[in-house]
């Protein structure tokens, strides 16, 4: 039977796993978050129970409560959703925690906890590549609004904390265990080896933070907040035209002869820009107001596009119909950028969010594209950029542009540094989330991409949080949310190439690589073990 201290032990877990993604600066928390889970766990494989998969839920009761509480804000679109997307986390955390429990119950606690912690990291990686991408609950994000503690992702990636935090949460199982046993002597040995894994890396990591200096140039760039609501204004009750002369408003507030770059939010640009004639959009004469009094500055601003196909062309699985059916587009969220040169730059992004911007496994159930939900004002699956694209602006200085979802992902980051990016900009529309933890959240993980690749970062969104990242991760200025604001911040460039940015996720292919070993060891014994019977 599932008992009742197994119950508040697995409900501890979830909550303690879960606070990180509540409050701001609790991200401690994480280095013994699973010890009650642990415990949970103990009593099982000390009991009488043999089901292995019994194990399996007490996991998953933490993992729904970590999934929940620290996600509900998805809630504000679809609490189905939210709901759907947290069950479905928590399984696939669940499953992985059960091979985990299984071999450690069949071959030893180190073997045990050894394939856990390897099975746990694989998960988290592959999060970041499988159809039905979901990366935000990485274990080393929770470290991300303490920012002097993890310098070293820049060697490591965000896998370097998940890693970190494992090993602690296992030694101090060990050490409460030593102390309920009475083994204080191993207890004691335990609270140095604790001392030192958990010590090593905030040390190593505040010699980084204080002796760290900003490389490169500098750069004056302003950030638009407009604050239109999504839900009330921005594609419903306030007119494309308002919607331009607010942001034409913002832009004259804060333009001067010394700013190089102005970035506005997401989408922020009306109406549908199709690529082929983007020159002739309603919103260009703006602009080009704007940059013939400025010609220094470069204009960045986040929009939808369509791309017409041609006839003979092959259609995409994303491609839509037009109204009469005679021909066939795909629409893109993209990142414009203009300046004095003629010719307008454009990206589009490349990491799409499953169930509002694409349907996983649409190539084989292309039925499923209707259910996608309405963000962004268009129905159904986008299309992507194979790849990330780099701008360059006016003044020569090349930047990333990464839209929103796409900052959880520091392969995507440093994808753009390697492809020369001095300056990330991140663009995004987090009005859609209220005013509720996943906004700040989100700012956060801009504070990791900062660190890992050592690039400054901009940040525009809708309705906030706004602000600027220095290559340390500090927060230079941001704005407040649900307000309308547009602030300038000098900022640094850099060409240098990080270890992380150059080398990206080691430790996940790492992982992915011997879980595979370990799998294959497991199904090799299990059928040996068969043929004996």
């Not at 696939?92 to 119950?105: F, H, K, P, Q, T």
């Not at 594209?369 to 129905?379: E, I, R, V």
């Not at 990333?400 to 796409?406: A, D, H, K, R, Y």
Request: proline share 4%; glycine share 8%; net charge neutral.
């Amino acid at each position: 039977m599932f008992k009742k201290p197994v119950f508040l032990l697995s409900l501890a877990s979830g909550i303690l796993l879960s606070l990180p993604w509540l409050f701001p600066n609790l991200g401690w928390s994480l280095f013994f978050a699973f010890v009650p889970l642990l415990l949970a766990e103990d009593r099982f494989i000390r009991s009488d129970v043999r089901p292995n998969t019994f194990l399996f839920y007490p996991a998953f009761i933490a993992f729904l409560v970590w999934n929940v509480l620290s996600t509900w804000w998805i809630g504000y679109v679809s609490i189905t959703g939210m709901l759907l997307l947290a069950g479905f986390n928590a399984l696939i955390m669940s499953l992985v925690w059960l091979a985990g429990s299984v071999v450690r119950r069949q071959y030893g606690a180190l073997p045990g906890f050894f394939s856990l912690v390897i099975f746990w990291i694989c998960f988290e990686f592959l999060q970041y590549h499988w159809a039905i991408q979901w990366p935000w609950l990485t274990l080393g994000n929770g470290l991300a609004n303490s920012v002097k503690m993890i310098q070293w992702y820049e060697f490591t990636g965000v896998l370097g904390g998940s890693l970190w935090i494992l090993f602690s949460n296992i030694l101090i199982f060990y050490f409460i265990k030593y102390l309920f046993e009475k083994s204080f002597l191993n207890a004691f040995k335990l609270a140095g080896y604790i001392l030192i894994l958990v010590s090593v890396p905030v040390l190593f990591s505040i010699q980084l933070y204080s002796g760290y200096t900003e490389k490169g140039t500098s750069m004056n760039v302003a950030v638009l907040q407009p604050d239109i609501d999504p839900y009330t204004e921005k594609f419903s009750g306030m007119s494309q035209d308002l919607q331009i002369r607010k942001l034409v408003s913002l832009t004259e507030s804060v333009v001067s002869d010394s700013i190089n770059l102005i970035i506005a939010p997401e989408t922020a640009f009306p109406p549908m820009w199709e690529d082929s004639i983007l020159s002739g959009n309603i919103s260009m004469p703006s602009v080009s107001e704007i940059i013939g009094k400025f010609p220094n500055v470069s204009f960045l601003v986040g929009a939808m596009t369509k791309r017409k196909f041609n006839s003979g062309e092959t259609v995409s699985e994303t491609a839509r119909l037009s109204t009469d059916r005679s021909y066939s587009f795909d629409i893109f969220n993209s990142v414009l950028l203009f300046d004095r040169i003629e010719k307008i730059q454009i990206g589009h992004k490349s990491i799409l969010v499953s169930g509002v911007e694409k349907m996983p496994f649409q190539k084989y159930f292309s039925f499923l594209d209707q259910f996608a939900l309405n963000l962004g004002g268009t129905n159904g699956s986008l299309a992507s950029a194979a790849a990330p694209t780099t701008l360059t602006l006016v003044n020569g200085v090349k930047i990333g542009p990464v839209i929103c979802f796409e900052s959880a992902f520091g392969g995507h980051s440093a994808d753009l540094v390697k492809s020369g990016a001095q300056l990330l900009v991140v663009i995004t529309n987090d009005g859609w989330w209220r005013d509720s933890p996943g906004i700040w959240q989100h700012f956060g993980y801009s504070r990791i991409r900062a660190i890992e690749t050592r690039r400054s970062i901009a940040c525009s969104a809708n309705t906030g949080l706004s602000g600027f990242v220095n290559q340390r991760g500090d927060v230079i200025k941001k704005s407040g949310v649900n307000s309308s604001e547009a602030f300038c911040s000098e900022i640094s460039l850099s060409d240098e190439i990080t270890f992380y940015a150059e080398n990206g996720d080691i430790i996940g292919r790492i992982s992915f690589l011997l879980s595979g070993l370990i799998a294959i060891y497991l199904l090799v014994k299990m059928w040996m073990w068969k043929g004996k019977r």
